[in-house]
């Protein structure tokens, strides 16, 4: 259907132009089709133009055109290519994949038009207005083009929903004129001034053309009206179809347009050949009523032949007759409900020399040649002839006319609903009843006003009556409830159509976004997105929230009208409900694998709302680049990226923050170590596979919502660095060392930091250091750099947590990070543990093999000397003692106080397994750890609160044990090793003499028990 610019007193021009360009063209690819659609926005493209990103990405987006569904060409690419299936595969899959292509290409269009229509304009825009009715003339040639495509196998029922969903747009395209500010303002300008320029001598086109313009309301009911009868006109049989039955039994024959009743004519001219009568039969002539019959009934047949004998003389016609009559009526019908000009209705008359029937038609009104092709000179003539609208009115209420379509007609034609119900069919037949009842009923108020000012006692301003909504809302309600109208209230689009033409936008969208929610927790498809609704809606809404067609025209129509300023008061009311029908289009642009079309259509939901749209989708989207785009087409449509990030976090982490911040004290189950060895010398070391293995999916999914927060800017870094620091604190206390691993290898502090705000955070007041690789003989030598002593001085105390400073500088910033920073330190000491402890368990067991033992020996000093520079920052005195609160507090203290002893055990064991395997040296650092950690009070009241001093003075007798008998075999070159062979501990500054002490033979065993 073409739009409508404005209310015309010569009707509707033709409605079909878009289709038939479309249809006619026989364009062969896409960009030929969509060209005059391009050509149309041009003229718009100045104040519209301005996001066209989409456009700039072609490219992109038809990559995406296969994902749309995943997996549909495997069958075919894993068949041979000489495979005799080949084909017949092919053959069977091909239908199914030109529907997705269409879809596909569908759903792209409607992103593209909807990408150039700049909402952010007020409502009282004027050109805001008028590129809303060019987005929805472009949206009605996009359901043409998706119809062209259709092919001739699939289901009348789809090629019927695409007519009907292009019908709407233009629909809702003509009404939306008809309220526009421009229309409004000038129905105002006409009320007070058109009325005054009538006169007694004034045509009817004249006054039916100042009524139109003076009357907004009639305005929509004659665009209703005129959109009912050209769906009637396109979508209906032909007349002759539906008269088929009607004339069979009239038993005319095929061609042959004999006018009139011949039948009863016939049975007229035997009663005057018996009679020998030349003058007219009456009803008294005598005996006629037993002659002159019908030979069925007995009942009397007419004596003459007028149009409305049968009335008058209670009489009644031959059956073929009658049946001739009612196929005539039910063709007048037909013909009021298509919108058929006079140019059209005169010639079908004609030819069957009934031309009475046109006259009715044309109200005896007078002639008027600008509105020959008018459907609308049935009413405008009621200006001049009141007499006529009189006996319509009377005839639609006579109980002796039977036929339904009869009466209907002069229903119609005087605008008696009751009488025009009896020939409905169809919901649209029942609007097209009501529409032009209240339309008729608004002219003959005008008629009123205009009778009143020709005897000077009205004012030249006309007051129309309100809109009469209630009484067409009152109608939807009953349609969907009536049983001959139920299953059709059902069907795809119709919920939409009345919603449109009764104006119930508010309820509608809101019941549509409360049957979305229903649905989605039902089927599961895009239940992430939006929360069950506790409110119940309508049957028939829950049927169109599950239609995919339905969910794309609700989302576009509702975002058009809201930016049109149309749902202020519903959006104030229901945001939540009305955003579920966009969120319920998202979450199909999700499934379908439309991922660069999201970003457009989260910006139209509200900031939170959108922010936990995106953070529930984009937690799926692995690959780098295509993160990267994301987040640019995030930027386009200016939605703030670190918001989304943080909603990436918080909704894959929800369970966890709720434990979190339900945290009480207590003990940390999760162990590192075990203990090895055998009897009092045994030594506590990392357990076998400590942090391989595969991740969970749950895992996965908390570590894949942290990898965001490179896209985060330095005014939010403090969120990013505490989401991380969560996490980390979840691993800890639920002991995930797999997850940990994962999260320390693909959120670096580092790396993070620098691709986010620039800076490597790691180091907060200098760059990093540079790393040396030490030569191969360099490894080979046992050297020992001697361990830094612990910072004794603790930072000064902050009035306010790090989080909460302001600033985007290096060093605040990485106090910002402080925790992330410790907490990363601590899971890569345990990774270095368990490094170490794979590379000892390997050495261990290749002992007896020289060959393979050298390469474990060096192996062994990498992962140490790694180990010992990994293990450094736990010495610090202020490691994880810098909590933003309480609750913080009781967390951090109790990772220190688990994690800290494990790991120094283990750190411990490490170095007395290296003094074994690789150098005695390694064994005086055991009595620098314990230098350490008897000076870092930090260290020493881990040990205590937990509970573990006794394992750590255990572990160091064990390592002073094994020092003394080093000492002592290297001092005599015991064990059958020369003095001259055995290797000196090489000391560096800093390694202390006192440790070089000899282990007599008359010394008995070291009593562990007697330490206790």
Request: hydrophobic share 35%.
């Amino acid at each position: 259907m073409a739009p409508i610019t404005r209310s015309s007193v010569h009707g509707r021009q033709s409605q079909l132009d878009n289709r038939r360009i479309v249809e006619e063209s026989h364009m062969p690819d896409e960009d030929q089709e969509m060209a005059g659609q391009d050509e149309e926005m041009s003229v718009h493209e100045g104040a519209t133009n301005q996001n066209n990103f989409l456009l700039t990405q072609q490219d992109v987006t038809n990559s995406t055109t296969l994902e749309t569904q995943p997996g549909s060409n495997m069958l075919i690419d894993t068949l041979d290519a000489q495979s005799p299936f080949r084909s017949s595969a092919q053959e069977m899959l091909r239908p199914l994949q030109d529907t997705a292509d269409r879809v596909s290409r569908q759903v792209e269009e409607f992103a593209k038009a909807l990408d150039r229509f700049v909402s952010t304009r007020e409502p009282t825009d004027e050109s805001l207005w008028e590129d809303a009715l060019v987005l929805l003339e472009r949206y009605s040639k996009i359901a043409d083009i998706q119809k062209s495509r259709t092919t001739t196998e699939e289901s009348a029922g789809e090629l019927e929903k695409t007519q009907l969903e292009s019908d709407l747009w233009i629909l809702v395209r003509n009404l939306l004129y008809c309220n526009s500010p421009p229309s409004l303002n000038d129905a105002q300008i006409a009320r007070e001034s058109r009325l005054g320029g009538l006169h007694r001598y004034s045509s009817n086109v004249e006054i039916w053309t100042a009524f139109l313009d003076s009357d907004a309301a009639a305005q929509e009911y004659e665009t209703i009206l005129a959109w009912l009868q050209e769906r009637a006109s396109e979508t209906s049989p032909p007349i002759e179809d539906c008269t088929r039955s009607l004339a069979e039994k009239s038993e005319r024959g095929d061609g042959i347009w004999s006018a009139g009743p011949i039948f009863t004519q016939a049975a007229i001219k035997q009663q005057k050949r018996t009679r020998v009568w030349s003058l007219p039969l009456e009803p008294s002539n005598p005996g006629l009523n037993r002659t002159h019959v019908r030979k069925g009934d007995q009942k009397p047949l007419v004596a003459q032949l007028d149009p409305d004998a049968p009335t008058r003389e209670s009489a009644v016609l031959q059956e073929q007759d009658e049946f001739h009559e009612q196929a005539a009526w039910q063709t007048y019908w037909e013909m009021l409900r298509r919108g058929y000009n006079n140019s059209q209705i005169q010639p079908w008359f004609a030819e069957r020399k009934e031309v009475w029937r046109y006259a009715t038609i044309c109200s005896c009104g007078p002639h008027a040649e600008q509105m020959e092709n008018s459907p609308w000179l049935r009413i405008l003539n009621l200006a001049s002839n009141s007499e006529w609208l009189k006996r319509c009115e009377v005839l639609a209420q006579n109980p002796a006319i039977q036929d339904q379509f009869q009466k209907a007609v002069y229903g119609i034609l005087c605008g008696d609903v009751g009488a025009s119900k009896s020939a409905t069919r169809t919901i649209d037949d029942s609007l097209f009843s009501i529409f032009n009842s209240l339309l008729i009923q608004r002219y003959q108020h005008y008629l009123q006003a205009y009778r009143k000012r020709l005897t000077g006692t009205a004012t030249t301003e006309y007051r129309p009556q309100p809109p009469s909504t209630a009484e067409v809302q009152q109608y939807v309600a009953l349609a969907r409830t009536n049983p001959t109208t139920k299953d059709e209230s059902q069907e795809p689009h119709k919920l939409m159509e009345l919603a449109i033409v009764s104006k119930d936008f508010d309820n509608f969208f809101v019941n549509m976004g409360r049957a979305a929610a229903r649905i989605a927790h039902t089927t599961g498809q895009g239940s992430h997105l939006m929360t069950r609704s506790e409110t119940e809606s309508s049957e028939v809404a829950k049927l169109n929230a599950q239609d995919q067609d339905c969910v794309r025209m609700v989302a576009h129509l509702q975002l058009l009208l809201r930016s049109l300023g149309l749902l202020r008061s519903s959006y104030d009311e229901h945001e939540y409900e009305l955003e579920n029908n966009i969120a319920a289009y998202i979450g199909l642009l999700e499934n379908w694998g439309k991922w660069l079309l999201i970003p457009l259509y989260a910006s139209k939901l509200s900031k939170k709302r959108s922010y936990h749209v995106l953070g529930a989708i984009l937690i799926n989207v692995t690959d780098r680049r295509e993160r990267d785009l994301q987040v640019k087409l995030m930027k386009q449509y200016k939605i703030n990226v670190s918001e989304v990030t943080y909603g990436i976090f918080s909704l894959a982490n929800y369970s966890d923050l709720q434990e979190l911040r339900r945290y009480k004290h207590g003990p940390i189950p999760a162990k590192i170590t075990l203990l090895g060895g055998s009897g009092k010398l045994a030594q506590y070391k990392i357990r076998p596979s400590l942090m391989t293995g595969e991740v969970t999916e749950a895992d996965e999914k908390a570590v894949r919502s942290v990898e965001w927060i490179r896209y985060v800017d330095a005014e939010n870094w403090g969120a990013a660095a505490w989401s991380v620091a969560v996490l980390y604190k979840v691993f800890l206390i639920e002991g995930k060392f797999i997850a940990m691993r994962q999260l320390l290898d693909r959120v670096r502090l580092s790396e993070m930091s620098l691709a986010a705000v620039g800076m490597n955070l790691y180091f907060a007041d200098a760059d990093p250091p540079i790393n040396t690789v030490e030569s191969e003989a360099e490894m080979d030598e046992d050297r020992v750099t001697p361990m830094s002593s612990p910072t004794r001085r603790r930072k000064a105390a902050n009035s306010d947590h790090p989080l909460l400073r302001a600033g985007t500088d290096r060093q605040t910033l990485a106090l910002k990070s402080l925790i992330w920073k410790q907490l990363e330190q601590l899971v890569a000491a345990i990774d270095a543990l368990d490094i170490f402890q794979e590379v000892a368990d390997g050495l261990e067991q290749h002992r007896t093999n020289p060959s393979v033992a050298r390469n474990y020996k060096r192996d062994l000093k990498r992962a140490l000397e790694q180990l010992r520079q990994d293990m450094l920052p736990l010495f610090d005195n202020d490691f994880l003692c810098l909590p933003q609160d309480d609750m913080e507090a009781v967390v951090l203290n109790d990772i220190r106080n688990h994690y800290i002893p494990e790991c120094i055990l283990a750190y411990n064991s490490a170095l007395w397994f290296a003094g074994h395997f690789s150098s005695r040296a390694w064994l005086v650092e055991c009595m620098t750890l314990a230098q350490v950690v008897a000076e870092t009070p930090m260290l020493t009241n881990a040990f205590v609160e937990s509970g573990r001093m006794k394992e750590l003075v255990r572990a160091f007798a064990v390592d002073s044990q094994a020092l003394l008998q080093a000492t002592e075999q290297g001092a005599s070159g015991g064990a059958g090793v020369s003095a001259s062979r055995a290797k000196k501990i090489k000391t560096d500054k800093g390694n202390a003499d006192i440790w070089k002490v000899s282990w007599k033979e008359e010394t008995g065993p070291l009593d562990l028990d007697a330490m206790d």
